[in-house]
């Protein structure tokens, strides 16, 4: 120090020095224009900067059924990027990676749009109960209740900022610890304690929300004038959620409805006793599906391959006509994917 001078200003505590405030703008901007070049290449960026207690991913893209986890690196060559991700940080990447995903996950998503003037929904819960009927419901056994919320994590991500006037999800907290809010959620008592206790998240372009879908939750009403509030809706499903083996539902209900039919004009068999085959033949959920072309006539859940059979037996459709429709079911319920290859 410099006689006479004044002393040097201590750095205030957590303050980052200099030098890493340079490298943490320049990492900034090096991400930004990665996720630019991904953007360009095809790919929707579903996550930034994201963190979990074993790391974190600079940016989590997704084209199509390709999921890629990008750690952004600002050097003068690509040699000397490359060689700057450690092997440790390779494994912190993967770990992650893995914190992310999940074993053996599945992810679909629908892109959901609300204008200005779109109305609010009424607070709900989501699957795989929450799309059934209050009655329905009610048929399951307890277990199931608490089971179902596990089988789906739900959430979303901000295509456009989403001011709170935009509407973006009413969420109430805790109410995913309800055991009964399967079957409450639609009474009048039930809507009115939400709307009189939710609270709301404005998201920036690019923010995520994930939260349970038993969580009494709605969507907001948009009351802006300019907002056109847009976000990709995500399920990640868990794989347990499924059977063992894959079946033809649809030709064994078109074999066993003729013979059902007949037996039950006969009296040979009841429709407790019908409804048992149906079960054990027919798909009784409705989803997966695809929602542009199997949108919900009724309520929140497409007509199932069993609701159809069961109605196709009480309005004594002819066996031709049967096969028909489940055509035309198994068509709504097809992904509609183009069968030529895709030129990168």
Same mark, same amino acid.
């Given at each position: 120090?410099?006689?006479? &001078?004044?002393?040097?200003?201590?750095?205030?505590?957590? *303050?980052?020095?200099?030098?890493?405030?340079?490298?943490? =703008?320049?990492?900034?901007?090096?991400?930004?224009?990665?996720? %630019?070049?991904?953007?360009?290449?095809?790919f929707?960026?579903?996550?930034?900067?994201?963190?979990?207690?074993?790391?974190?991913?600079?940016?989590?893209?997704?084209?199509?059924?390709?999921? %890629?986890?990008v750690?952004?690196?600002?050097?003068?060559?690509?040699?000397?990027?490359?060689?700057?991700?450690?092997? =440790?940080?390779?494994?912190?990447?993967?770990?992650?990676?893995?914190a992310?995903?999940?074993?053996?996950?599945?992810? *679909?998503?629908?892109?959901?749009?609300?204008?200005?003037? #779109?109305?609010?929904?009424?607070?709900?819960?989501?699957?795989?109960? #929450?799309?059934?009927?209050?009655?329905?419901?009610?048929?399951?056994?307890?277990?199931v209740? #608490?089971?179902?919320?596990?089988? *789906?994590?739900?959430?979303?991500?901000?295509?456009?900022?989403?001011?709170?006037e935009?509407?973006?999800?009413?969420?109430?907290?805790?109410?995913? =610890?309800?055991?009964? #809010?399967?079957?409450?959620?639609?009474?009048?008592?039930?809507?009115?304690?939400?709307?009189?206790?939710? %609270?709301?998240?404005?998201?920036?372009?690019?923010?995520?929300?994930?939260?349970?879908?038993?969580?009494?939750?709605?969507? &907001?009403?948009?009351?802006?004038?300019?907002?056109?509030?847009?976000?990709?809706?995500?399920?990640?499903?868990?794989?347990?959620?499924?059977?063992?083996?894959?079946?033809?539902? *649809?030709?064994?209900?078109?074999?066993?409805?003729?013979?059902l039919?007949d037996?039950?004009?006969? &009296?040979?068999?009841?429709?407790?006793?019908?409804?048992?085959?149906?079960?054990?033949?027919a798909? &009784?959920?409705?989803?997966?599906?695809?929602?542009?072309?199997?949108?919900?006539?009724?309520?929140?859940?497409?007509?199932?391959?069993?609701?159809?059979?069961?109605?196709?037996?009480?309005?004594?459709?002819?066996?031709?006509?049967?096969?028909?429709?489940?055509?035309?079911?198994?068509?709504?319920?097809?992904?509609?994917?183009?069968?030529?290859?895709?030129?990168?």
């Open positions: 120090m410099k006689s006479g &001078g004044d002393p040097p200003r201590p750095r205030p505590v957590g *303050t980052p020095r200099p030098e890493r405030q340079v490298a943490f =703008r320049l990492g900034l901007s090096a991400e930004s224009r990665a996720a %630019v070049f991904l953007i360009a290449k095809g929707r960026i579903l996550a930034r900067r994201w963190r979990s207690p074993v790391g974190e991913i600079d940016i989590v893209a997704r084209r199509r059924k390709l999921l %890629v986890f750690e952004v690196k600002a050097r003068e060559n690509l040699d000397d990027a490359a060689w700057s991700v450690t092997e =440790r940080q390779r494994a912190r990447i993967v770990a992650a990676a893995e992310w995903l999940g074993p053996c996950f599945q992810v *679909t998503s629908q892109v959901n749009v609300v204008r200005p003037g #779109g109305e609010a929904q009424q607070a709900h819960r989501d699957y795989h109960l #929450g799309f059934q009927s209050a009655e329905v419901a009610a048929s399951f056994p307890a277990h209740h #608490g089971m179902s919320p596990f089988l *789906t994590l739900q959430g979303a991500v901000a295509h456009s900022d989403m001011p709170i935009s509407g973006p999800t009413k969420l109430l907290p805790y109410s995913q =610890r309800y055991a009964q #809010g399967y079957v409450a959620w639609r009474r009048a008592d039930f809507r009115e304690y939400f709307e009189n206790n939710f %609270v709301q998240v404005p998201l920036a372009k690019g923010d995520a929300i994930f939260f349970n879908p038993a969580l009494f939750h709605a969507a &907001g009403s948009n009351r802006t004038s300019h907002v056109q509030r847009m976000a990709n809706l995500l399920q990640i499903s868990s794989a347990y959620g499924r059977a063992m083996e894959v079946v033809n539902r *649809t030709r064994m209900s078109e074999t066993l409805y003729p013979v039919r037996r039950l004009k006969a &009296g040979n068999i009841t429709e407790p006793e019908a409804l048992s085959v149906i079960a054990s033949c798909e &009784g959920y409705s989803f997966p599906t695809n929602l542009d072309r199997d949108s919900p006539a009724k309520g929140l859940a497409p007509e199932s391959q069993g609701q159809m059979m069961l109605r196709a037996l009480r309005e004594d459709w002819e066996p031709a006509e049967f096969a028909r429709a489940l055509a035309k079911h198994a068509w709504r319920h097809g992904a509609g994917e183009s069968t030529e290859l895709i030129d990168y």
